[in-house]
């Protein structure tokens, strides 16, 4: 009889140092979006990894930050302390040699937790004096208790394997809690809102604020296709005309990268179509991130 363990591990830190894309690169498969813009992850989303005798379930969190102005920010602060709670380690991340007042302030919010922490430092192909590594480690280890102190390249995947054998056994001895082929506790629709949304970061880069979300309005699954609508939704008229862009090329643009990414997530042909609405206040209103489900209903 095989003995196996199941836990929940926190990427927790500050907006950028690449938790998305450790996640997707230990699952073996894109569960989180990513791009170069801070704040990219919007919210708490699980990936699952599976082995024969252990399952790892990853939180990746958006990126912890100072000064919430809008209700937007407070509900991605809110996911990110939230997951934090009953979790079983947490990985708290850093960029190689940069440490700024956000890491600090992330390290402040980890004082009197009895939940073990891994530091993970990220992105070590980067370094150009490899042997300027180990006094570095030495030097982040004097800030807190880490139960252990793991080099990582998310991007590269490099150590990625000596974190995984780490955390083991840091995890209960128990039954997994998902299906050994299950990748996420997402739904595909969340999904592929969020890869329609990568698509619109990385096409205007900061052009557009970050104050645009997006909502799937439809999905359908025909015999031979599935259809997609979905809304984007912006603040003002000016942001509204930036997304379609000149007669329409932007948005077609958009819609064709994200269709081809979410047929190859589901492995059929999909049928996307885009509307971009102005919702004005959105970010700052309560209500509509419930709606848009930016706050999570206490567990």
Known sequence: MIHTRCGTVAFIGRANVGKSTLMNHLIGQKISITSRRPQTTRHRIHGILTREDYQIIIADTPGIHEGEQLALNRAMNQAAFQTLAGVDVI?????????????????????????????????????????????????????????????????GGHNLGALEEALVPYLPEGPFLYHEDDITDRNMRFIAAEMIREKIFRQLGDELPYQMTVEVDLWEDAPSVTHIHASILVERTGQKRILIGTGGDRIKKIGTDARKEIEELIDRKVMLKLWV???????????????????????
């Open 277 to 299: 609405k102005v919702r004005s206040g959105w970010s700052d209103d309560e209500r509509a991130l419930r709606s848009l489900g930016y706050v999570e209903e206490p567990k």
């Open 91 to 155: 990985c708290f991340m850093v960029d190689a040699f940069k440490w700024t007042r956000g890491d600090e302030y992330v390290l402040s919010l980890l004082e009197g937790l009895s939940t073990p922490v891994f530091l993970v430092i990220n992105k070590i192909d980067t370094l150009q004096d490899k042997k300027a590594l180990l006094p570095h480690m030495a030097k982040l280890s004097e800030k807190y208790n880490f139960a252990e102190v793991v080099p990582v390249s998310a991007l």
